[in-house]
């Protein structure tokens, strides 16, 4: 894949799902139906597009320790919010209306561990490990030093007001367009054939 998609794509997909977040609730509640699921849906392809952004990062800041930390911490903050937005769905598809959603998301979250894993805890590991490369192209001097302080108010922005997201992600992505541009002319690490 062309690493210029992800990097568009991703904030592309992430500003979808916070218009159908909001629009959904226009009629003063979230979820369940159509909504709940094509914007959830969104973001899950945003997640998934974030995996290869972070290895490619990390691919830019040169592949040290550093960068490997932040990569693995982000992608493991990937999965715990796959999980999130997995478990959203589902519950959207077995509840008739939103109290019943609450009912089924309390059961979900007195699971021992369950809470931390996937909501409380987490998740963070996708926004530090984003922030942490981006960071560090920035002191390489491989993005303009602007450039993590768009992604930090794209992270800051959702926990302000939720309603916020399409805003955010539309400084993650003046912020990923020169990434995809950098990100483009670093060539990927060849794989190892073995004997």
Known sequence: MNPRIAFIAAPLL????GVIRILDGLDGGRGPGIAWTTGHLA?????VLFVPIF????SMAGRNALSTVSAVAG???IVALLAQFGIDIV???LSADRAGMGVLFERIQDVPGVSIAVYDGGPFLFYLGQLALV?????MRRVKAWTPVLVLIDLVLPFVDKDLIP???VFL???FVPLAREAAAVPAKPATVLA
């Open 91 to 93: 519950v959207g598809f």
């Open 43 to 47: 973001f899950i392809a945003a997640l």
């Open 75 to 77: 992608t493991a903050g």
């Open 55 to 58: 290895w490619r990062m990390r």
């Open 135 to 139: 960071v560090q192209l920035a002191v």
């Open 14 to 17: 992430v500003l979808a799902y």
């Open 167 to 169: 805003v955010g992600a």
């Open 173 to 175: 992505l003046v912020s």
